[in-house]
T-cell receptor, first 116, second 115 residues
Framework: DSGVTQTPKHLITATGQRVTLRCSPR?????VYWYQQSLDQGLQFLIQ???????AKGNILERFSAQQFPDLHSELNLSSLELGDSALYFC???????????????FGSGTRLTVV | AQTVTQSQPEMSVQEAETVTLSCTYD???????LFWYKQPPSRQMILVIR??????QNATENRFSVNFQKAAKSFSLKISDSQLGDTAMYFC????????????FGSGTQLTVLP
């Protein structure tokens, strides 16, 4: 157990639908990062939150949004889903300050989204 | 912008042998950090080893070591005494200390350890 909890582990939904993926960071970590990993590809950075505020944005579609709540858990909302959105979505967390530079990120086990 | 390139999509190695995975990166920054992550069939992302760019000494973690060539912007991973459990996708990643504070990953190398 890495300490980063992602739910659900698997999700199957139809095109056009909306889903919410949830992430609880490791205790004490203030930063949450979302990554998308499509089949047999690398991890693409979507968005970062730090202590409730958006800190950096990557290749995140307008149909996708995220937020980090006061208790530091984060949710990634995916709407108007398309077949191409099928992927493994990872959440990672890191502490403030030296954390990400020294230890990298701690990853959750991912949510596998299948759009049919 | 930072980019990370892994030019070997797949590699295989016999059990107990040594294998080296290649990674190159591109950054104009002076202060950055490099990582190797392992993703076994379980899909969990596991940190293998890290290197601070300001350190000349190559990082080592048990059977895993890196060859960090800063001038060439090269960061290869050497796995000694390969074990069946080393079979996984390996990702190289870079992290800048400046404003772009997120890990940038390469496309990965699928390593298969053969019995």
């Amino acid at each position: 157990d890495s300490g980063v909890t992602q739910t659900p582990k698997h999700l199957i939904t139809a095109t056009g639908q909306r889903v919410t993926l949830r992430c609880s960071p490791r205790s004490g970590d203030l930063s949450v990062y979302w990554y998308q990993q499509s089949l047999d590809q690398g991890l693409q950075f979507l968005i970062q939150y730090y202590n409730g505020e958006e800190r950096a944005k990557g290749n995140i579609l307008e149909r996708f949004s995220a937020q980090q709540f006061p208790d530091l858990h984060s949710e990634l909302n995916l709407s108007s889903l398309e077949l191409g959105d099928s992927a493994l979505y990872f959440c990672a967390s890191s502490g403030g300050g030296q954390g990400p530079r020294i230890g990298g990120y701690t990853f959750g086990s991912g949510t596998r989204l299948t759009v049919v | 912008a930072q980019t990370v390139t892994q030019s070997q999509p797949e590699m295989s190695v016999q059990e107990a042998e040594t294998v080296t995975l290649s990674c190159t990166y591109d950054t104009s920054e002076n202060n950055y950090y490099l990582f190797w992550y392992k993703q076994p069939p379980s899909r969990q992302m596991i940190l293998v080893i890290r290197q601070e760019a300001y350190k000349q000494q190559n990082a080592t973690e048990n059977r895993f070591s890196v060859n960090f060539q800063k001038a060439a912007k090269s960061f290869s991973l050497k796995i000694s005494d390969s074990q069946l459990g080393d079979t996984a996708m390996y990702f190289c990643a870079s992290y800048l200390s400046g404003s772009a504070r997120q890990l940038t990953f390469g496309s990965g190398t699928q390593l298969t350890v053969l019995p």
